[in-house]
């Protein structure tokens, strides 16, 4: 019943800074992917491990922009959405 749970149920954290880049990140821990929707206009989805959408919500400082360059786009796992 959990593993349904897991599988059917995501979670959404809506992650919302000042950035020039990015509007806005929303991840999803459950299913491990980030969703990234860009000043342009644009959205991106990406593969994204639990231990850096920890980070994002963590570092209230950091740079949303920064984190997408250095954690989603620097692995090249982009997901269709």
Request: glycine share 4%; proline share 4%; hydrophobic share 40%.
């Amino acid at each position: 019943m959990i593993d349904f749970a897991l599988n059917h149920l995501p979670v959404f954290i809506n992650v919302q800074r000042p950035s020039s880049a990015c509007q806005r990140v929303i991840l999803s821990p459950l299913t491990r992917s980030a969703i990234v929707q860009w000043h342009s206009g644009s959205v991106s989805g990406h593969h994204c491990r639990r231990r850096d959408m920890l980070r994002l919500m963590i570092d209230r400082n950091g740079s949303m922009g920064q984190w997408v360059n250095r954690t989603l786009l620097q692995r090249h796992q982009t997901v269709t959405l």
